[in-house]
Structures are given as structure tokens and as C-alpha cells.
T-cell receptor, first 117, second 111 residues
């Protein structure tokens, strides 16, 4: 495997289900991100893990719960979602140094297309 | 609220022409600027990064940055139908310097 991988690629779930999205990066990076992409809206940053510590949580509802067990793996746990949560969920990674003034490039995985029924 | 603005398009150019994509941003202290290409149904792919004023060329792509005007652009020379995609501008912003994306400009290159 190379780059950033995500599973599953497609997911249909009911509002009462619990599911998890998985992301794995094979680039040796130390920062990972979850983004949400909805139609007609810009990419929205959800969570950032830098050096395995969560450094950003952009007021994401608690029905989304991230987990980063190590610098190569990132999960997004989903429960009691709403139909408006249907979107493309993208994982990205980058190599960042603490205190660096110019953040480096982020590389995206293929995404998980989530449909909440 | 930090913002990144792009014309949503669609921008239509004939094959072989130069496509010019523009982006403005609101955060004066932004330091890093990126262009991503996103084909329909796919994830964003990084095509250019630029950190200082001026031009940066990579093959048929040229990124231009003007921090004083808070403006970044992407030129695609000799446009090909395979360049047809949505182009996302991303700029660092906020206290953590995370990326803020524009809505993207849809480019269509006609044979």
C-alpha cells in the first residue's frame, strides 16, 4: 500500500447504527486530519492530530468521535448520525514540525462516501 | 471568519489555451498556499504549493502569489481535456495554521 488509504470506500448506515471509518498513511507523516466534503460547500476541517495529540476540533458534534492510536492510523467513530451528515469524509496526512511557521503539504486519501438513511 | 474565495465557474477554455484560475484570501498572515485538483468522484490531489511572492512553475502549471493583494492564481498552459476538473485553492489560517479551502473552480477544457 502507498500513500493514504481509507476504508470503507462507501458506507450506508441508519441513524441508530454505530460504524467506524479507518485511515492509514504510509508516508511516514506525523500529522493526520479528518475533513468533511458536502456538495456546494468547501472542505471542512473536522479534527487534527499532530504528534498523536488532538490539536483542533472545529466544533464538531459529539456523534463524531476521532481516535488516533499512533501516527499512522486514524479512526472516525460514528453513532446516531443525521441525514445531513451524508457526505464524503476525507483523511489527509502531512509532515509537520512543531513551531514550524509554514505548514507543509497535505495528502489526501480516496475518501469514504457516507450515506445516512 | 477567515475566508478563501474562488469563482465557482464553470470556466470553459478550448484545448491548447491557457486556463487562469484565481483565488483571494482574507487572512493577511497566511503563509502557505496550495492548489489541489479534484476530479469528479475523487479526492483532492495536490498539484502546486507556493510560499513566497512571485511565480513558481512546474511543467504546464504556474502558481502566482501576491501577498500584498492577498491573491493567488494558477495558470495551466496548453490545456488538455484531461485537465477538466475542479481546482481547489487552500490557504493556511487560524491560530494553528490549518488549511482553509475555497469552494473550488470547475474547469472544462473543450477538445
Amino acid at each position: 500500500e502507498t500513500g493514504v488509504t481509507q476504508t470503507p470506500r462507501h458506507l450506508v448506515m441508519g441513524m441508530t447504527n454505530k460504524k467506524s471509518l479507518k485511515c492509514e498513511q504510509h508516508l511516514g507523516h506525523n500529522a493526520m486530519y479528518w475533513y468533511k466534503q458536502s456538495a456546494k460547500k468547501p472542505l471542512e476541517l473536522m479534527f487534527v492530530y499532530n504528534f498523536k495529540e488532538q490539536t483542533e476540533n472545529n466544533s464538531v458534534p459529539s456523534r463524531f468521535s476521532p481516535e488516533c492510536p499512533n501516527s499512522s492510523h486514524l479512526f472516525l467513530h460514528l453513532h446516531t448520525l443525521q441525514p445531513e451528515d451524508s457526505a464524503l469524509y476525507l483523511c489527509a496526512s502531512s509532515q509537520d514540525r512543531r513551531g514550524r511557521s509554514a505548514p507543509s503539504e497535505q495528502y489526501f486519501g480516496p475518501g469514504t462516501r457516507l450515506t445516512v438513511t | 471568519q477567515k475566508e478563501v474565495e474562488q469563482n465557482s465557474g464553470p470556466l470553459s477554455v478550448p484545448e491548447g489555451a491557457i486556463a487562469s484560475l484565481n483565488c483571494t484570501y482574507s487572512d493577511r498572515v497566511s503563509q502557505s498556499f496550495f492548489w489541489y485538483r479534484q476530479y469528479s468522484g475523487k479526492s483532492p490531489e495536490l498539484i502546486m504549493s507556493i510560499y513566497s511572492n512571485g511565480d513558481k512553475e512546474d511543467g504546464r502549471f504556474t502558481a502566482q502569489l501576491n501577498k500584498a493583494s492577498q491573491y493567488v492564481s494558477l495558470l495551466i498552459r496548453d490545456s488538455q481535456p484531461s485537465d477538466s476538473a475542479t481546482y481547489l485553492c487552500a490557504v493556511t489560517g487560524g491560530s494553528q495554521g490549518n488549511l482553509i479551502f475555497g469552494k473550488g473552480t470547475k474547469l472544462s477544457v473543450k477538445p
